[in-house]
């Protein structure tokens, strides 16, 4: 958006300015600007969600964006973030081996790691469903041999997909992950968060598998953690269940 100056006496018309800044783009078209790409990080960072941010503008008498073009942007917004975690991981677990190598440590791909996992809800829940009634998790690693405690491996799990259960109340048989159509789960409802299979996946999250790591810290069943029998674990550490 573009405005200048116009005087109603002499006629002068200025040069048109630009209201806000743009996002460079190789993509033709209108460019987004800074200020929602901005927002949209920051929304990104906190709990609130675009419905709540829309609410705080507009009780500070500040014209908020239509709710599909908030989502657009954070779709963009997101997928861009997610990209620049997986790269930064990627660098920080080469940054590992490296400062074991330097430190003369006879292998510098072993790692001692730590992780746990976030819930939206309770994990169980009684008389509610047959299932585990967590529906979103958010599984996380970090490594252990510093006091840093950076963040080498990233899982969200997810149950939640609106296009399934629109079809399921017009009763269409449809089962997720990879339905037809737009599907935003990527676990079955029948299946339980946290699984051998999901474990691997945190750990090899943004990169291949360049790190080993002897004990683990982590709070969950025994069962949870026989997959690091196949990844070199010498040593196997739960908190609550069995000692050290």
């Excluded at 699984?195 to 683990?216: F, H, M, N, V």
Aim: aromatic residues 6%.
């Amino acid at each position: 958006m573009k405005e200048r100056l116009l005087c109603t006496r002499c006629r002068y018309v200025g040069k048109h300015y630009k209201l806000y800044n743009e996002v460079p783009s190789s993509i033709r078209g209108r460019k987004a600007a800074q200020i929602n790409v901005g927002s949209q990080i920051g929304v990104a960072s906190t709990s609130i969600g675009n419905t709540g941010f829309r609410r705080i503008m507009n009780t500070t008498n500040i014209i908020a964006p239509s709710p599909l073009a908030m989502q657009k942007q954070a779709n963009k917004v997101n997928t861009a973030l997610k990209s620049l975690n997986e790269r930064s991981m990627c660098d920080i677990r080469k940054n590992l081996v490296a400062e074991n190598a330097k430190i003369g440590q006879q292998d510098p791909f072993l790692v001692n790691v730590e992780g746990d996992t976030c819930y939206n809800n309770p994990i169980f829940k009684s008389d509610a469903t047959p299932f585990q009634a967590e529906t979103i998790a958010i599984s996380t690693m970090c490594k252990n041999n510093t006091k840093d405690k950076q963040i080498v491996g990233v899982l969200v799990s997810n149950k939640l997909c609106r296009t399934s259960s629109m079809s399921r109340n017009k009763g269409q048989p449809v089962q997720c992950p990879n339905h037809w159509g737009h599907c935003t789960a990527n676990v079955s409802q029948r299946e339980s968060m946290m699984t051998k299979e999901s474990i691997k996946r945190c750990w090899d999250t943004g990169s291949q598998r360049t790190l080993k790591y002897p004990i683990l810290l982590a709070m969950g069943t025994v069962g949870q953690f026989k997959v690091f029998e196949s990844l070199t674990v010498t040593m196997l550490v739960i908190l609550g269940i069995l000692g050290t």
